[in-house]
């Protein structure tokens, strides 16, 4: 059974920083390829970032610069750091195994003073 359980969402204040996690089980975890989403209210999901099995990586405009993606093979973990946030970054964000079409149950992060 594919399990992807996202972790460390929260609230924080605007420039803040935050670092979500997706542990991955079920899958062969090193060889896929991995994404973050995520949905403000009202809107449409929209693609993050992504990461291939060789950590190769992929940015949103809205977020380049200020986000990293990056994998742990061994934890069977990918990770999200996010700097600088902004209000506009307010949204759940979900762990997506692009690979395999699994998606995680997301975790709220909001950006508010």
């Known amino acids: 059974q594919v399990q992807l359980v996202e972790s460390g969402g929260g609230l924080v204040q605007p420039g803040g920083s935050l670092r979500l996690s997706c542990a991955a089980s079920?899958?062969?975890?090193?060889?896929?390829?991995m994404g973050w989403y995520r949905q403000a209210p009202g809107k449409q999901r929209e693609w993050v970032a992504t990461i291939t099995s060789s950590s190769g990586t992929n940015y949103a405009e809205s977020v380049k610069g200020r986000f990293t993606i990056s994998r742990d093979n061994a934890k069977n973990t990918v990770y999200l750091q996010m700097n600088n946030l902004k209000p506009e970054d307010t949204a759940v964000y979900y762990c997506?195994?692009?690979?395999?079409?699994?998606w995680g149950q997301g975790t709220q992060v909001t950006v508010s003073s």
């Open positions: 079920g899958i062969t975890f090193s060889i896929y390829t």
């Open positions: 997506t195994s692009l690979s395999s079409g699994h």
